[in-house]
């Protein structure tokens, strides 16, 4: 039980450490800093009790169960961390028709809330923030880190039978 | 291998039964739900059979407690890989990327996208697939809730957004 313990005081240092991080100085790019914290916060953990003269007990497949716990926790975080820091759209319509109560809400209703809106520019502009993307003239090309991204997820669209989605 | 290793290794040979299965599924039936919910049973079953086959064979030094660690592992693995997918299937940024990389070096013009992806083919395709989820029902020109699951995450994740992102919280 000492490994799963371990495992999950390791997710709440990191989860504390984002906490403090994010009010100090919220980061312009929030997955790169949350792979660095949480890669980081154990490193530190483990210097700290290494310096405070407490003995590592946990055996090498002990240890590499918590790696694995602590990273599997970590990295699933991290990808559902894009839909705390924004709404899904998706979501956003869910909300809204369940305001609307048992009267529903009509095809116009979310036509005008959600059909007419600036979705596309929005992700335009996360993108070229992220540094996925770059405007020149009228036209939008792929930085090299974009590119990258873009055929690794076109890569597994093809390998894990998806259809192209948004 | 020992006892303790082959606990250790469960969630990754589950994650492969995962991954090998929810892609040959929707290679096979075409159906990425289906191949989703299959590759992540199948993972499942996987890791327990990994489990089950080191307690049978009655190795010293099975833990429970390990073995609880790594089916935890496991459901963090799947929950993972279905994300990934899920991000592919409803990422509107993920398709702009995939649509650029398709342009070729020269990339593509921001109006002709714009056109080919409007605000009404984006509201379209999340109706439908929200109607298809179950989550809405669509009657004589209203859509009304039919199941809570979603409205509980969208609801979750508000809370989460209000503790951890302080400038959404201070708007």
Known sequence: MGGLISGVLLLACSFVAQLVVWRVRLPRRHTHALLALFAGVPLIVAGVAWAAGHAVASSAAEAARIVLFYGAYSLSYIVIYSAIENESPTLAIVSHVARAGPDGSSDAELETQFGRGTAMAARFAVLERGGWIRTEGDRIVLTTEGRTYARFFDGAARVFGLTLGG | ?171
Request: net charge positive; glycine share 10%; proline share 1%.
């Open chain 2, 1 to 171: 291998m020992s006892a303790a290793w082959a606990i250790t290794v469960s969630p990754l040979a589950g994650l492969v039964a995962d991954i090998v299965a929810q892609t040959l599924c929707a290679h096979l039936v075409r159906r990425t739900g289906l191949s989703i919910a299959t590759g992540g049973v199948a993972g499942l079953l996987g890791t327990i059979v990994v489990l089950a086959g080191v307690a049978a064979h009655g190795r010293d030094g099975f833990e429970w407690a390990g073995a609880v660690m790594s089916v935890l592992t496991y459901f963090a693995f799947a929950f993972g890989y279905w994300t990934f997918l899920n991000l592919n299937i409803t990422s509107l940024r993920i398709r702009i990327l995939r649509e650029i990389l398709r342009g070729g070096e020269s990339g593509i013009s921001r109006d002709g996208l714009m056109k080919r992806y409007s605000a009404q083919e984006f509201l379209r395709r999340r109706l439908e697939r929200l109607e298809a989820g179950g989550t809405l029902t669509h009657e004589a020109g209203i859509w009304r809730l039919d199941s809570s699951t979603l409205l509980m995450l969208a609801r979750s994740l508000a809370f989460a957004r209000a503790v951890i992102v302080p400038s959404q919280r201070d708007e």
